[in-house]
């Protein structure tokens, strides 16, 4: 369950490139972009029913997509498990995901520990169960995210880091052989963000990044990342590219042509 040292790491079009795609469709357009891995997102308020589960596994199916991560899921209101986090964890062992992405917006830490490590041995040993840490959550730092997982101690825990919320808490990337780090979000981005603070913060996170070697992050962090042996997820959220590509899968062949993990990113 740690990192992939005797396998190919992911290279995958994370599910916020294409967030105007059905769950089923999400596959089908990674593909065609390209891609042999993407990520999906699971939200039973809009578009996951009782038929998406059938749907998005023929699509994987078909495919031959491996689902990096399964997202989202909070932490939240108890300590009890939520009907959304078990959905979550069950679509993601169905699906046969590596990962499930969980955010923290429980107001008592506790409690949010108790919750979190319910998750872990709900998912029987079969997903690591990750906590993504970030401006807009209530683990806003990688320090942070680590003591908290620490505190959980489970053996599915994990901890995604984004390269963007890690500029935000002015740190930089970690050893990322530690087992801790299960994979990591890829994009690249303006340092106007580091600034930004609640929804407009939030606002530049969906709206505001962009392909590898396109902003302004840290050549040595995106050098880094591409180097190392994680599973990377692209999340390039861009609403430049929404606008200038509508076609969902002519976004996806831009950013697998622009975000090249061999690529050196040195200027």
């Excluded at 590509?245 to 993990?261: G, L, M």
Aim: glycine share 4%.
């Amino acid at each position: 369950m740690n990192n992939n040292n005797n396998k190919i790491p992911l290279w995958a079009m994370a599910a916020g490139c294409v967030p105007d795609a059905l769950p089923w469709d999400i596959p089908i357009i990674a593909r065609d972009a390209g891609f042999l891995s993407s990520g999906m997102w699971v939200d039973t308020n809009t578009t996951w029913d009782k038929e998406a589960l059938i749907k998005t596994k023929e699509s994987i199916k078909n495919t031959g997509i491996q689902l990096i991560d399964i997202e989202v899921t909070w932490l939240e209101n108890d300590d009890k498990l939520t009907d959304n986090q078990k959905l979550i964890i069950d679509v993601g062992l169905e699906l046969s995901a590596k990962n499930i992405l969980v955010v923290n917006r429980h107001e008592d830490y506790d409690q949010s520990l108790n919750q979190f490590y319910k998750m872990c041995e709900y998912a029987k040993d079969n997903i690591k169960i990750c906590l993504e840490f970030g401006e807009f959550t209530n683990t806003k730092s990688l320090n942070s995210a680590i003591n908290f997982i620490d505190e959980i101690n489970h053996p599915l825990a994990g901890i995604l880091i984004d390269l963007m919320h890690i500029n935000r808490s002015e740190e930089k990337l970690p050893d990322l052989n530690n087992p801790l780090f299960a994979y990591i979000q890829g994009c690249d981005f303006y340092q106007s963000s580091k600034e930004l603070t609640g929804d407009d913060y939030i606002m530049a996170a969906i709206d505001d990044r962009c392909c590898l070697g396109q902003g302004e992050a840290a050549e040595e962090e995106i050098i880094k990342m591409c180097d190392s042996n994680l599973d990377v997820s692209l999340e390039i959220r861009s609403k430049n590219l929404r606008n200038k590509f509508p076609n969902p899968v002519e976004r996806a062949k831009y950013i697998f042509k622009n975000c090249i993990r061999e690529n050196n990113y040195k200027s």
